[in-house]
């Protein structure tokens, strides 16, 4: 009984006290069905070229147990100027999808955001913030390795700011005030000086961790305060409120959170309440008549998960007054342990890495997981941020946050009480009610299907197939085909299980009513679009390492195993490149190339630009007569005039709708313009799958340098029921030091991240 309530520990005898159970763990609006999407990439830097592998993650945002609700994953990459340079369809299975993105050669050099979200991580409001995964793009690796960060180091404070634990400093109330300082990049800067109350100390700040501390003070609204630094710079302190809640944590242990609530002396008894929330869902709740002060446990096992715990107190009107951010259960997580077989291996060999996965009190645990094995000098330093600090940390509260993996690192010992500090500083939000009220209004959009419409061309022919159902004849990239049926209205639906069928990028729509007759078309829904555009209405916030924290990169030599210097690729280009195109545009491709012959020239046109006729669906002008006339083929450099006719009403009457100049360059159509011929239309379906090349042991033999920097890619590891799995690599040419790094959940919201380093020598 007592894991299930909350106690009051009451500082003066006769406060009416009582404890209750959550009473809105239930979500009634789409933000109880919010998908979290967390993307894990094969490395964090790519040189302009290269196949970047990454696996997606769709957690229920409130347990951050796989979500099964959405089957389709839109995944977008963007350039520092924020246009899109991909742009694709995945499929979900389970929560999870795996897949591929080309880092076009075209590239420039720089940071690219990725974004990816669900039908239920994106919905139809503007409050919820962008949390995109940033990637840096290089010509190639030694841009990196070479590149000196322009940057003047600088450890002038330029903006000072000082928060109030729970909100707001109340005359006569001792307070906690936290403090961060930054420089005039907005990087954290170490800070040391006084408070001054009236002309005299009163505390000392100085700084913990990244610009951040904390002093105490009992503040009184009459007095005048400002800070000095020790470099004689003056800043001003925060305002002093005459009345109000005050909300203290006291201690914080294992088994329970002590907090202390205040009011000035002589305000009227009320009824105040106290409310526990993790990511939405309540979890403890307590009520007390407060005169004065009263202390306030509130049980930690009420909070089943590791995560941001919010406390909020309310007023006896149910006004939000003050309210604190704590850290529960930092230890509640996936113990996620890598071991390579060696520590140094040489170039070729063959290698072993032995996962191991526990949970808090060292039982395994059967997980996926997604490894993988990269040279050291891929890693993004400027991007601290993995699967821990991305779901527990990044996501919870506003803002840009420096470095989120330190607080995750268990390395670092000071961890949890900076933590502390950077949810007093960072993680504090003031309520402001119209705002709030406008998230419950939020809507999906996105489908996970396809859906599009089919329309007939003039009204006499929409009478003639009216209330009927209508064929249409759905094709994939490799030409397999299905039949669909629409709507008696023209709507269809392609399933993601007929998308995941006719995977591989494109899927085509093809009317099958009569072209001349009916003049039936398609639309689909833009939804990538509206994605899009919904997207830059939202505040984006990163991760970010301060530039002079970032650890030195190693220099080597990718030497090859004859003495040279390995190429990342070399690329053999011709003066004329044929675009490729999938299987059935090339089927579409050659069936105009083979009805070409009917294309021709009337010799007998005299004027400048010759009437080029029956060529990409352009007619014939009527003052040419292939049949008493010369006619010949046109000839490629030779300019030609293209007109088209389509007829109006039922007199016969013919109009010109379009003409055009053209220079003929033989037998040569855009992909709009095949489409267009064949009345053929087309929209995003799934990419298609991609297989991360991993050499065998006849592969190691060959004489051809081997300069692969990513050794393995494995999105889909699962442990055993001894929490055991294991993963064979074999080592490129390159000497130097690798990573490995693994990612994984247990499906039902337990995280955990690992890594390992090993080394490649030459033989």
């Known amino acids: ?72 994953l839109f995944v977008e990459m963007a350039d520092g100027k924020d246009s899109i340079v991909w742009q694709e369809k995945y499929p979900i299975h389970a929560g999870m999808a795996e897949g591929h993105i080309y880092v076009d050669k075209a590239l420039r050099p720089g940071n690219y955001r990725i974004h990816a979200y669900t039908r239920h991580s994106l919905l139809r409001d503007t409050l919820m913030p962008i949390y995109p995964k940033v990637i840096r ?109 005050a909300l203290r944590l006291n201690k914080q242990t294992e088994q329970f959170l ?80 890598v071991k390579p077989s060696r520590t140094r291996y040489w ?36 991007v601290p941020e993995n699967l821990l600090s991305y779901c527990f940390l990044s996501t919870e509260i506003m803002g840009n946050i420096h470095n989120p993996s330190y607080y995750f690192d268990e390395r670092n010992k ?29 809507s999906i959009f996105l489908h996970d299907e396809i859906n599009g419409v089919q329309t007939i061309g003039t009204k006499r022919r929409v009478k003639e197939v009216g ?78 390492m301060q530039p002079e924290r970032v650890s030195k990169e190693p220099d080597y030599l990718r030497i090859g195993i004859d003495g040279s210097i390995l190429l990342s690729e070399v690329t053999v280009t011709t003066d004329k490149v044929r675009v490729f195109r999938d299987k059935f545009m090339g089927r579409l491709d050659s069936l105009a190339q083979t009805d070409l012959n009917g294309a021709w020239v009337c010799e007998d046109c005299k004027n400048n630009y010759p009437f080029l006729n029956d060529y990409k669906g352009y007619s014939h002008h009527p003052a040419c007569c292939p049949y008493d006339g010369k006619k010949s083929a046109p000839v490629i450099g030779k300019s030609y005039e293209l007109i088209k006719y389509e007829p109006v009403g039922p007199d016969g009457i013919w109009i010109v709708t379009d003409i055009q100049f053209i220079t003929y360059n033989g037998p040569e159509f855009t992909e709009e313009e095949l489409l267009r011929m064949n009345n ?11 297989e991360f090349y991993q050499p065998d042991e006849w592969d190691m033999q060959s004489s051809v340098p081997d300069a692969r920097n990513t050794l393995l890619w494995l999105p889909n590891l699962v442990t055993d029921e001894n929490g055991e799995a294991e993963a064979e690599f074999y080592c490129s040419d390159i000497n130097t030091g690798f990573i490995g790094v693994v990612e994984g959940t247990d499906g039902q919201g337990l995280l955990g991240t690992g890594q390992c380093e090993f080394r490649v020598v030459r033989n």
């Open 1 to 72: 009984m007592r894991k299930t309530i909350c106690f009051l520990l009451c500082c003066m005898a006769g406060f009416a006290v009582r404890a209750q159970a959550p009473a809105d763990s239930v979500p009634q609006d789409y933000n109880g069905l919010r998908e979290t999407v967390y993307l894990q990439t094969s490395k964090g830097v790519y040189e302009a070229g290269e196949d970047l592998w990454f696996k997606g993650y769709a957690f229920d945002a409130q347990t951050l147990a796989l979500s099964d609700r959405s089957r389709t």
């Open 137 to 245: 793009v290089v010509k190639e690796i030694a841009d990196k390795l070479e590149h000196k960060e322009a940057v003047s180091k600088s450890d002038t404070v330029a903006r000072l700011q000082f928060f109030p634990e729970g909100g707001d400093l109340i005359d006569g109330i001792p307070s906690k005030v936290a403090f961060k300082a930054t420089d005039y990049r907005g990087m954290p800067v170490p800070v040391e000086g006084v408070l001054e109350e009236n002309g005299r100390v009163v505390a000392r700040l100085e700084s913990m961790h990244d610009g951040m501390g904390f002093l105490i003070l009992n503040p009184h609204k009459e007095a005048s305060y400002k800070v000095v630094l020790d470099d004689g710079r003056e800043f001003p302190f925060c305002g002093i409120q005459p009345s109000g809640l």
């Open 680 to 690: 053929i239309y087309r929209t995003k379906g799934y990419y298609g799958k991609r």
């Open 467 to 544: 209330g009927m159902q209508q064929a249409i004849q759905v094709f994939g990239p490799d030409g397999n085909a299905e039949i669909l049926l629409t709507d008696t209205l023209g709507q269809f639906t392609l399933s993601t299980e007929l998308m995941e069928k006719l995977q591989g990028g494109y899927v085509y729509i093809k009317p099958l009513l009569d072209k001349d007759r009916y003049k039936p078309s398609v639309a689909f829904k833009d939804l990538l679009g509206q994605a899009d555009s919904l997207r830059k209405t939202r505040q984006v916030y990163y991760s970010f």
């Open 258 to 337: 002590d907090f202390h609530l205040s009011q000035p002396n002589g305000n009227k008894p009320q009824t105040v309440r106290l409310v526990g929330r993790m990511r939405g869902m309540t979890c403890c709740t307590a009520t007390a008549t407060l005169h004065g002060s009263v202390r306030v446990r509130m049980p930690v096992e009420t909070f089943t998960q590791q995560g941001i715990a919010e406390f909020t107190l309310y007023n006896e009107a149910g006004r939000p007054m003050a309210e604190r951010l704590v850290y529960v259960h930092p230890q509640r997580r996936l113990y996620v342990e």
């Open 347 to 382: 170039k070729r060999e063959k290698g072993t890495l032995k996962i191991r996965v526990t949970d808090e009190h060292g039982r395994p645990v059967q997980a996926n997981l997604a490894l993988s094995l990269f040279d050291k000098a891929y890693v993004n330093e400027k």
């Open 414 to 442: 000071d961890r949890l009480e900076s933590l502390d500090l950077l949810l007093l500083t960072q993680g504090w939000r003031r309520y402001v009610w119209e705002e709030r009220d406008t998230v419950t209004s939020a």
